[in-house]
């Protein structure tokens, strides 16, 4: 049977999603855990493959995988519980004849989260000159491919104290989003006007826009128009997501300590 895995992880803790000789990434994870169970002996008889590569730190809350086994029983009860903690699957399908992770997708959308994102308002008005089709030379590391993409749908949201930037296309280019989002950031802090993002997608040979930091990014979800039956967290990864959140709510509020009082003087000296 060729099943579809959708799942979700951390991405700082890997050296990518894609798998390397000796590194630990997503890819490297997710298969050792399939031979751990027997699913399957070698990756490629089995067909294994994922919608696409993520760049070292970047998140995924719906990657989705799929491949060949005879033993769709067990991946589907068993998997979360031999995947690393950071690594937990969300949901599966029975995948449907010619189905490719890759190819397959109808569209993917991606979130850019901004921890000090200022004028969210511009950016959201900004956000919008990237709908439809573009040459993204100037957002993106284009190689030898087609520097053409169409975006669906972009916005950018105030969510607490974050501001968010989602952003869905049929396909994107290697660091697109993270590109777009320098952009964006760079409206917010009023260093660049709205108009300039138009200005660029018809300069194709103007220097490229800086990638955003890896971390902030969230592969948020791959449409397919197939249907997946949800799968419950195992133990150790509601752990590890319990633990992340404490974590971060606590540098939160060490950060506001530390922070100076803006409402007062700056003491000289100090």
Same mark, same amino acid.
């Given at each position: 049977? !060729?099943?579809?895995?959708?799942?979700?992880?951390?991405?700082?803790?890997?050296?990518?999603?894609?798998?390397?000789?000796?590194?630990?990434?997503?890819?490297?994870?997710?298969?050792?855990?399939?031979?751990? *169970? $027997?699913?399957?002996?070698?990756?490629?008889?089995?067909?294994?493959?994922?919608?696409?590569?993520?760049?070292?730190?970047?998140?995924?809350?719906?990657?989705?995988?799929?491949? *060949?086994?005879?033993?769709? %029983?067990?991946?589907?009860?068993?998997? !979360?519980?031999?995947?690393?903690?950071?690594?937990?699957?969300?949901?599966?399908?029975?995948?449907?004849?010619?189905?490719?992770?890759?190819?397959?997708?109808?569209?993917?959308?991606?979130?850019?989260?901004?921890?000090?994102? $200022? %004028?969210?308002?511009?950016?959201?008005?900004?956000?919008?000159?990237? *709908?439809?089709?573009?040459?993204?030379?100037?957002? /993106?590391?284009?190689?030898?491919?087609?520097?053409?993409?169409?975006? *669906?749908?972009?916005?950018?949201?105030?969510?607490?104290?974050?501001?968010?930037?989602?952003?869905?296309?049929?396909?994107? =280019?290697?660091?697109?989003?993270?590109?777009? /989002?320098?952009?964006?950031?760079?409206? $917010?802090?009023?260093? /660049?006007?709205?108009?300039?993002?138009?200005? =660029? &997608?018809?300069?194709?040979?103007?220097?490229?826009?800086?990638?955003?930091?890896?971390?902030? &990014?969230? &592969?948020?979800?791959? %449409?397919?128009?197939?249907?997946?039956?949800?799968?419950?967290?195992?133990?150790?990864?509601?752990?590890? =997501?319990? %633990?992340?959140?404490?974590?971060?709510?606590?540098?939160?509020?060490?950060?506001?300590?530390?922070?100076?009082?803006?409402?007062?003087?700056?003491?000289?000296?100090?």
């Amino acid at each position: 049977m !060729n099943l579809a895995f959708r799942f979700a992880y951390f991405g700082d803790r890997f050296f990518g999603s894609q798998m390397q000789p000796d590194l630990r990434t997503v890819e490297g994870e997710f298969i050792e855990a399939c031979r751990n *169970l $027997g699913l399957f002996d070698g990756w490629r008889e089995a067909n294994f493959a994922t919608a696409g590569r993520t760049d070292r730190g970047v998140h995924a809350r719906a990657q989705v995988c799929s491949f *060949l086994t005879d033993k769709p %029983d067990r991946a589907i009860e068993a998997l !979360n519980r031999v995947l690393p903690a950071d690594i937990w699957c969300t949901g599966w399908a029975e995948a449907p004849e010619g189905f490719h992770p890759r190819y397959s997708a109808v569209s993917r959308t991606y979130r850019y989260y901004f921890s000090a994102p $200022g %004028d969210v308002a511009a950016m959201d008005e900004a956000a919008q000159e990237f *709908l439809g089709r573009h040459d993204f030379s100037v957002f /993106a590391r284009v190689g030898d491919r087609n520097p053409e993409r169409r975006i *669906l749908a972009s916005r950018v949201f105030a969510d607490g104290r974050f501001a968010v930037f989602e952003v869905t296309g049929e396909s994107f =280019l290697w660091n697109m989003v993270r590109c777009m /989002a320098t952009m964006l950031e760079g409206v $917010g802090r009023g260093e /660049a006007e709205t108009g300039e993002i138009t200005r =660029l &997608l018809t300069r194709p040979t103007d220097p490229r826009v800086a990638a955003a930091p890896p971390e902030g &990014l969230i &592969l948020w979800n791959i %449409d397919y128009g197939v249907p997946f039956t949800p799968l419950p967290i195992d133990g150790k990864s509601s752990r590890h =997501l319990a %633990d992340r959140y404490r974590y971060h709510v606590l540098m939160a509020e060490i950060s506001a300590h530390l922070a100076p009082d803006r409402r007062q003087p700056d003491t000289p000296g100090i």
